[in-house]
């Protein structure tokens, strides 16, 4: 394990306080004046000196035309620049003991040719003035923690618990939202771009010291120091999960990888056996690497593989019960003991195998509290899957037969969910175990949200749900293991 | 295939126009209440008796206390009743001429023991008086085109093409609003239940029949008929393509099916052997068997495998390119003449190869017109993947830094994303070839519901429009080979 977060090469990129800025214009389509807009709107409480040869005013913020006439020595430019001329910009900075830099300009060694001469003279000018740099050809950073975005598109998200380490831009920077959505957000997202100089390795001791991120994620189209990412990954694992997804398995991903970033992938079997022997968790697609993070990022450890699903719906039930056979799980049946606490919870048209399906139930609070309560506290029991269907509409059907004034419903209503959701939350504390919900309900819906604000992780589908249990509960013995051996 | 759909046991089930029900109170908690009162919010212009032993109005309609006190001999009858009395209340149908019924009450053969018995007394009573019923154990049914839901959740979707058979009623009722948001619906969901007598051939039948029906989705247990489903099935592929999602392949699963619906499952291989025989399409999760209905619903029919991806971000780009090697599609390189067309169009960051990555596009216009007329065009493409990402709030700053009046931004917004929507349709048109988007945005973002409301798929991930492309593909080739075959 890395010691110290400062020592990193990456705290000035990611934690700057003071940076300078080429490539923004008052041209509003400019990539570069996208970039800077971005940094602005992230509420960033640093200084901001945008470079530009001829206008005195970028955005609203005094310009320099020159890094030399700055009135102090930054700690980190971002350059958005023509691609011929950044190592001469590198040049300028290095020559003002500017230390750090983001290059987000591309047009180098993934373009072939000239590019690949020009990444090796940015190189050797970073080198000869003792910079670091991320990129060429990558979309910068965001750190909420920081209030600081510099990537292309403007920040709407929050701040979270996912470190991601990623060679494509895209996967921070478009997935503020998508994270959002889920009440997720990144610690921090770094754009590696083509690691001419700093690299996922890099990253990794960054995010393996910050103590915002539970979770590394990584986007991956190669590895390009394996024995070091081997070594540092094995001395992460049993501190913080780390999850990955590879690109490049196939041949047409491979091509892709091989344009987008320079990068040159290996079969399919090499990274499946440098994730295993690192102790990586591997996902296989985008979204996985998303629903893997945030159950490694907030659910308690499992002992075992012993799941139950707990549903009021036989469809979902059995979905996701055929999806835990097929991720590896298994689905005991419950104990003597906890089938007596149950049974009097379930009509006769409800089944107590697992799936516990409690149908059209006699008291729909006890799903939330009583039920899970036995189904977690059962010693056969290492987590639960359990199905939500909470519509709006359903609620405001019986409060209206009730015989609550109209009114009154929207308060009931999110009194009632918040009630359920943090007494749900109670018992993942209390038995430890986790909790892993699913739905097809919007995630905007008002019981999905209440879940998720206590922290029940909460996935769109059945199959989902299951192969991330499955992926917490692989993570748990490659724990059991690691520590098994540091006994013998 | 089936001649007229009025011939089909399911045609007085699906759409009727008198309906006696039973099990409907003024208790707004019953299962039957919320059943009537999701009829009576769905808009059914026909006539609704519920029977009721003592009120004389049930939910402001006139009750009766007996079927034989009624003005006429309904159509249908809906039994949401006490298991014991059911076959007492289809004997009562019978007695009157009623020749259809849905029975939605459980414990049946679900149970095992007695409830074994009692669904055998059910068909017996309906086989003596010649009536056809769907259930036991089913949630109803679903008709959007007729306003009719019979299903316990309100009805909050839209008229749609998806033709759903389900041994899961929660996968009818509980998916309304999850289709919704991709801009879909069902053409009609039929919860079949324990097919004590309608089974899901019977549904197939049906489905191919009806007009409003462009694809049919099954989710399945068990196959009660298999020499006939394999029939049948492969009558109506050449002309509908079905999507078929079979739970029961793992031990977990199979458990799950019969304790759920009494279904007994097999082994997994034999699922898939009869899919094969049957020229169904198999999906492998509940999402995917709603993106292959999607996409085989209203994509035009590709000739072969070869496929281009269009992105202007590298990683969702690579990730698409990979997921299509994997699920075996080609991508191909770009033709000289379609190349020609597109480099002007392509910055000298971005990449021609497939993926053709636009990166930070010139003209984002082109996106949406030249360069898939372009692509689509070339005789080597037979599909585009398409990566959308079109965030309101950058528009919004662009508007804005072009000097347009801030009261102004949402009408023009909506103009230019309703300009690029219909282009890029009408280029489906144009080429016959399949266009599937993909995004992380959410699909409630007015740019999506703009493509979605002129009828392009986008779904939620590269991994899954590369699968559903994959799915259409393996669809085109069977038809092929059925042609083929016909021809000698």
Redesign the interface.
Known sequence: MPDSIRQSPLYPIINPDSIVFFGASNR??A?G??QL?SLLSSGFGGKIYPIHPKETRVLDLKAYPRVRELPEVPDLAVLVLP?HIVPEAMEDCGKQGIKHAIVV???FK??GGKGVELEKKLVMVADRYGMRFLGP?CLGVANPHHNYNVT???F?GRQGFIGLA??????IT??F??LS?FGLGFSSGISVGNEANVDIVDCLKYLAACPHTRVIGL?V?TIRRGREFIDLARSIVPHKPIVA?Y???????K???L???GALAGPDALYEGVFRQSGVIRA????ELFDYCWVLGICPRPAGNRVI?QTH???????A??????AG???PSLSEKTLAKIAPMVP??G?V???I?V??SKNPLDFFDAIPDALLGDEQTDGLLAYF?T?G??IR??M???GIAEEEIPRLTEKLLDDQSRTMAGLIQKHQKPLVGFT???H?DLSIQKLLQYGIPVL????RASRAMAALVRYSCMLDKIRSQSLK
Do not use: K
């Open positions: 509003f389509t990539m004046t996208n807009n691609t300009s591309g047009g993934e373009v050809n292309f598109l403007p709407e990623s060679q494509s831009g895209s996967l478009q997935m939202g998508y959505r986007y189209e997804f690109v490049g398995g196939s041949e047409a991903g091509r892709a990888g344009s987008h970033t296989y697609s985008i979204p699903v719906s036989g469809g979902p039930g059995a979905a019960a055929d999806a835990c056979g097929r799980l298994e689905l006769p048209t089944s195998n697992n799936p399906d149908t059209f269907l519509p509409q359903s059907r019986t209206t037969g009730m097809f309900q919007s905007q769109p589908s059945p199959e």
